[in-house]
């Protein structure tokens, strides 16, 4: 085993963001505060000062996470007509990042074999990777919508894989896996026993499907396969990233119980107040507003994210996302796909507009592409848009071609 590589993606984002006038790279919802968390909520008599109990001693709390909150997430993924998900089958952690860390942690070893869906989030192959685990990576394809070939995964399948590893919205391309794939996917794993792990961290951020597509992805937990693990948290869809509130939930008690070994080495509890405040999110009289704010933002946002793309279709080509906040654009020029990198730093020196290079935080294979976070509040993405255009005009023609 050996030290994790550097956490590109979050080097780039710590290194830009605080000093960014508009980041539409960010790929949260656009965060919101407990004062207008209260705002959205279907009970008007509630305030501010009511989600947090003052007088409650601060002890570590339950164990595995609070029982309201795990009531709720248990509500989530509870279907009208598939078996409940049980609140014991559900660990409060810090954040999806320490769930996802758990699940590796907890169920790999030197030598075993982890198939990554791919590109995205860094963690979840390098991670492995640290762990001694033999990483294969399992390509999108941008010429197909994103989406990966399910025969080049079954001629992945080694006696020792141990784990598949799906990301589901996907990051950075904002795309699904379909539900027809899925099943696919279920069917093989379960033909092998092979666990799956889907992060699901952007759902139930969809846009631009409905539930009543037949290619409408499921959490991976109402597929019928019992080796399932579902990591998520209110960073992303929900706005709520400051409360540090994730969650790992499976149908499959011992998953849960080694899970939960190996999270009493890193966590003993999340802390009380966040899970408070975390729980009136999750709660009936609060999420659907708080879900269908950010739906319609991503929607509007999208809007203007689109007519860019459209407007400068000599340079820029995309496949237009379907959920998540984060859209995958390739820039070109003569053919060519720019320097990323150095369109990005050049970009934000002059404009003040961040956006991530896709060869630095996914990837160097993913020459000319930037990652947008297109569901930051709508004046921040309208106004940064409005920049980019003009480097577009004045400056673009000095970023240089990769070789």
């Known amino acids: 085993m050996a030290p994790p590589p550097p956490f590109t993606v979050e080097q780039w984002m710590d290194k830009y963001e605080t000093t960014a006038k508009y980041n539409v790279a960010e790929t949260c919802c656009a965060s919101i505060s407990v004062d207008e968390l209260v705002s959205l909520s279907e009970n008007k008599d509630v305030k501010a000062s009511d989600l947090i109990d003052l007088s409650a001693i601060q002890h ?28 014991d089958n559900i660990l409060i952690t810090p954040g999806a990042i320490a769930a996802n860390f758990l699940v590796f942690y907890a169920l790999l070893k ?6 990554c869906h791919y590109p995205t989030y860094q963690q979840l192959y390098s991670v492995p ?32 894989t141990k784990l598949i590893v799906l990301n589901n919205p996907q990051n950075p391309t904002g795309q699904i896996l379909p539900k027809p794939l899925l099943q696919k996917i279920i069917d093989l794993a379960s033909s092998k026993n092979i666990p799956i792990l889907s992060d699901e961290v952007y759902r139930p951020l969809f846009h631009n499907i409905t539930p009543m597509d037949p290619s409408f992805p499921p959490s991976i937990l109402s597929m019928g396969y019992k080796n399932t693990i579902a990591t998520g948290s209110l960073s992303k869809a929900y706005s709520l990233a400051g409360l540090r509130v994730g969650w790992l939930a499976s149908r499959n008690p011992d998953l849960i119980e080694r899970c939960a070994n190996a999270r009493d080495y890193t966590t003993i509890s999340v802390s009380q107040i966040d899970q408070q405040i975390a729980a009136f999110a999750l709660s009936p009289e609060t999420l659907h507003s708080l879900l269908g704010r950010n739906i319609q933002l991503a929607k509007a946002n999208l809007e203007l994210l689109e007519r860019f793309v459209v407007k400068h279709d000599e340079y820029c080509s995309w496949t237009r996302p379907v959920a998540g906040t984060t859209a995958f654009v390739k820039f070109e020029r003569e053919g060519r796909a720019v320097d990323a990198k150095a369109f ?51 400056e673009f023609d000095e970023v240089p071609l990769c070789e």
């Open 129 to 160: 990777a640290s762990l001694g685990a033999e990483v294969d990576l399992w390509k999108s394809k941008p010429e197909n919508k994103w989406l990966p070939d399910f025969e080049e995964l079954e001629a992945m399948i080694k006696d020792n």
């Open 110 to 115: 030197p030598g075993d074999h982890v198939i």
């Open 344 to 394: 990005c730093e050049a970009l934000q020196g002059k404009t003040g507009v961040m956006f991530l290079p896709g060869d630095v935080g996914f990837g160097a294979e993913w020459k000319g592409y930037v990652r947008i976070g297109f569901v930051n509040r709508t004046d921040v993405v309208r106004e940064g848009l409005e920049e980019v255009r003009k480097f577009m005009r004045r």
């Open 60 to 87: 570590y709390g339950e164990i595995r996470g609070s029982i309201p909150l795990r009531n709720n997430l248990s509500r989530l993924y509870s279907s009208k007509v598939g078996t409940p998900l049980l609140p």
